[in-house]
């Protein structure tokens, strides 16, 4: 046990040099490349003034005043390199230094005004409309939660390993956002996270863009924290100069031109994937946690068992077991999809002959009718379009399962890991108490940028009473770590306290009759009215009298 709590205090360790060294990497492009230039051209003049002061020292008259002008002319060399380094400095503490984040109320009310008021055609034609709980605006589809509770398990990932740079006003904005929130006693770190690239259709437009029947594919990305801080965070934020001249308007990111929330496959946001969850004990209670007031989301505040933004390593961490089952699937998949695809393409070349792809022997073969019938008859295909289309799909299927990473897996299992993964952090629950996870909401948040947020429910093989003693020990584990290296561990104690409620209290109540004056996060909201839509349908156990 000591080793392991050993290598967090060496992660976290590592972490906060990360989050330091990547704070400050932002000013090098124009701070250490200053310095560099000015040494070298200052050491180059400063030598060859006192090599021209040496010269002069032994020279004849004759050649004095020459002497004397080579000195003159290397130190008003040294002047100049002095004072352009001067100006350098001064615009480049100008640039990154001297600017302020602004915070004005009257600038979010135009941006929620002007983004509430148009939809874009994605959102109107899968039943997306904007709620709100408390503070927090939402977007919302009951299509969309339906097609994932019934095919999250179904949908192909397809995964872009590269991360894409921050533009050079992002990087300007950085010094400004991380220092405020250092400032304010916030937990920043700059973990690698997931970017949704796709937007959640209802499942009658997953089948319409699937035209050849596949399973719908999701597209993700490598970002990080940083990137989402500068671009979702910021949509209600402006970023000025000393002399109050705007100089990064926040929503630019996350709001198109015209005023509407960007398409999720349009947007230039990091849009981080969050993942929460509502874990059920077997007998029947659900499992709520109170953050830390110093967390930087959701702080002071209940949430779910389990709630955060899913890691990149959530794409590819899996146990021996899991692994080599899914190397199975994916070895029968690929076996099953190079086959189908051979045999398609014999009934194409045997429907439309050797030369199917050519338009001239296709319309000389629908000149005879009843050639092209018996040939049909004896090949299995109705007409050679089609055999030509089933085998274009075909290959489709074929060269998606040869061109998997190993990293992937189908979308339901990865929002499972990553649910997983954030309730055995926050409630301190082993993950052999999951018995299973389900995937069935989807929001984007409109006070984070759009940022898409999935919802589950993790049905524990333990009893409250077991989950309550495992929040216990580790919690006092924890803060007996505390007092020998504040430091190091105080980031583990994310969770204050844990409350526990009856499943059918809260299938009753309404989440504001649960917790009364309790500040409760938009996550928990989402989770409880969840529950309540399809909780005949998620096998829940009952509260034992």
Same mark, same amino acid.
């Given at each position: 046990?000591?080793?392991?709590?050993?290598?967090?205090?060496?992660?976290?360790?590592?972490?906060?040099?990360?989050?330091?060294?990547?704070?400050?990497?932002?000013?090098?492009?124009?701070?250490?490349?200053?310095?560099?230039?000015?040494?070298?051209?200052?050491?180059?003049?400063?030598?060859?003034?006192?090599?021209?002061?040496?010269?002069?020292?032994?020279?004849?008259?004759?050649?004095?005043?020459?002497?004397?002008?080579?000195?003159?002319?290397?130190?008003?060399?040294?002047?100049?390199?002095?004072?352009?380094?001067?100006?350098?400095?001064?615009?480049?503490?100008?640039?990154?230094?001297?600017?302020?984040?602004?915070?004005?109320?009257?600038?979010?009310?135009?941006?929620?005004?002007?983004?509430?008021?148009?939809?874009?055609?994605?959102?109107?034609?899968?039943?997306?409309?904007?709620?709100?709980?408390?503070?927090?605006?939402?977007?919302?589809?009951?299509?969309?939660?339906?097609?994932?509770?019934?095919?999250?398990?179904?949908?192909?990932?397809?995964?872009?390993?590269?991360?894409?740079?921050?533009?050079?006003?992002?990087?300007?904005?950085?010094?400004?956002?991380?220092?405020?929130?250092?400032?304010?006693?916030?937990?920043?770190?700059?973990?690698?996270?997931?970017?949704?690239?796709?937007?959640?259709?209802?499942?009658?437009?997953?089948?319409?863009?699937?035209?050849?029947?596949?399973?719908?594919?999701?597209?993700?990305?490598?970002?990080?924290?940083?990137?989402?801080?500068?671009?979702?965070?910021?949509?209600?934020?402006?970023?000025?100069?000393?002399?109050?001249?705007?100089?990064?308007?926040?929503?630019?990111?996350?709001?198109?031109?015209?005023?509407?929330?960007?398409?999720?496959?349009?947007?230039?946001?990091?849009?981080?994937?969050?993942?929460?969850?509502?874990?059920?004990?077997?007998?029947?209670?659900?499992?709520?946690?109170?953050?830390?007031?110093?967390?930087?989301?959701?702080?002071?505040?209940?949430?779910?068992?389990?709630?955060?933004?899913?890691?990149?390593?959530?794409?590819?961490?899996?146990?021996?077991?899991?692994?080599?089952?899914?190397?199975?699937?994916?070895?029968?998949?690929?076996?099953?999809?190079?086959?189908?695809?051979?045999?398609?393409? *014999? %009934?194409? =070349?045997?429907?439309?002959?050797? $030369? @199917?792809?050519?338009? &001239?022997?296709? /319309? #000389?073969?629908?000149?005879? *009718? %009843?050639? =092209?019938?018996?040939?049909?008859? $004896? @090949?299995?295909?109705? &007409?050679?379009? /089609? #055999?030509?289309?089933?085998?274009?799909?075909?290959?489709?299927?074929?060269?998606?399962?040869?061109?998997?990473?190993?990293?992937?897996?189908?979308?339901?299992?990865?929002?499972?890991?990553?649910?997983?993964?954030?309730?055995?952090?926050?409630?301190?629950?082993?993950?052999?108490?999951?018995?299973?996870?389900?995937?069935?909401?989807?929001?984007?948040?409109?006070?984070?940028?759009?940022?898409?947020?999935?919802?589950?429910?993790?049905?524990?093989?333990?009893?409250?009473?077991?989950?309550?003693?495992?929040?216990?020990?580790?919690?006092?584990?924890?803060?007996?770590?505390?007092?020998?290296?504040?430091?190091?561990?105080?980031?583990?104690?994310?969770?204050?306290?844990?409350?526990?409620?009856?499943?059918?209290?809260?299938?009753?109540?309404?989440?504001?009759?649960?917790?009364?004056?309790?500040?409760?996060?938009?996550?928990?909201?989402?989770?409880?009215?969840?529950?309540?839509?399809?909780?005949?349908?998620?096998?829940?156990?009952?509260?034992?009298?």
């Amino acid at each position: 046990m000591k080793r392991e709590e050993k290598e967090k205090k060496r992660k976290k360790g590592k972490e906060y040099s990360a989050t330091k060294i990547k704070l400050y990497s932002v000013l090098r492009s124009g701070f250490f490349y200053t310095l560099i230039a000015f040494f070298a051209t200052f050491a180059a003049a400063a030598a060859s003034t006192v090599v021209n002061a040496v010269e002069l020292a032994g020279a004849t008259r004759a050649d004095g005043i020459k002497e004397i002008a080579d000195l003159l002319l290397s130190a008003a060399t040294a002047i100049i390199t002095g004072y352009g380094a001067v100006r350098s400095g001064a615009a480049l503490y100008r640039g990154y230094f001297n600017r302020q984040l602004i915070h004005q109320n009257t600038w979010k009310r135009e941006v929620v005004e002007s983004v509430m008021k148009k939809h874009t055609k994605t959102f109107e034609e899968n039943g997306y409309r904007w709620e709100q709980w408390e503070n927090e605006i939402y977007l919302s589809s009951p299509a969309a939660d339906d097609a994932l509770l019934a095919s999250a398990r179904g949908m192909r990932l397809k995964v872009v390993p590269h991360k894409p740079a921050m533009n050079e006003e992002q990087r300007r904005a950085l010094y400004q956002i991380v220092s405020e929130k250092i400032s304010q006693g916030k937990n920043i770190f700059n973990g690698n996270l997931v970017r949704l690239r796709t937007d959640m259709l209802s499942a009658e437009n997953w089948k319409r863009k699937q035209r050849d029947g596949a399973p719908p594919c999701v597209w993700v990305q490598k970002t990080d924290y940083f990137s989402n801080m500068t671009s979702n965070d910021l949509i209600f934020d402006q970023v000025f100069e000393a002399d109050f001249s705007s100089v990064y308007d926040g929503k630019k990111m996350t709001v198109d031109r015209y005023g509407m929330l960007y398409n999720l496959t349009d947007s230039p946001a990091a849009n981080i994937v969050g993942a929460s969850t509502l874990a059920v004990t077997e007998d029947g209670y659900l499992i709520i946690n109170r953050q830390h007031n110093r967390n930087d989301v959701n702080n002071d505040c209940y949430v779910p068992s389990g709630s955060g933004s899913a890691d990149f390593e959530d794409l590819f961490e899996q146990d021996k077991k899991e692994k080599k089952q899914l190397l199975a699937e994916k070895k029968r998949a690929y076996r099953a999809a190079k086959q189908a695809w051979k045999k398609a393409r *014999k %009934d194409a =070349l045997s429907a439309g002959g050797k $030369n @199917s792809k050519s338009k &001239d022997t296709l /319309t #000389a073969e629908n000149k005879s *009718k %009843d050639t =092209l019938t018996d040939k049909n008859e $004896n @090949s299995g295909c109705t &007409d050679p379009f /089609t #055999a030509q289309k089933n085998m274009l799909a075909a290959k489709r299927e074929y060269r998606y399962y040869r061109s998997m990473k190993k990293y992937e897996c189908d979308f339901g299992a990865f929002l499972s890991r990553a649910m997983e993964r954030e309730l055995a952090e926050e409630s301190h629950l082993p993950p052999s108490c999951f018995k299973e996870t389900i995937v069935c909401g989807y929001i984007r948040l409109l006070n984070r940028g759009g940022k898409p947020d999935f919802f589950g429910i993790t049905l524990l093989s333990c009893n409250k009473d077991k989950a309550e003693n495992f929040f216990k020990n580790k919690k006092e584990e924890i803060e007996r770590q505390e007092l020998e290296d504040n430091r190091a561990v105080m980031d583990f104690n994310e969770i204050c306290n844990q409350e526990y409620i009856g499943l059918d209290q809260a299938l009753l109540q309404p989440p504001e009759a649960l917790f009364g004056e309790k500040k409760i996060s938009v996550q928990l909201y989402c989770l409880l009215n969840l529950l309540k839509r399809y909780g005949d349908r998620l096998n829940l156990p009952s509260t034992k009298a």
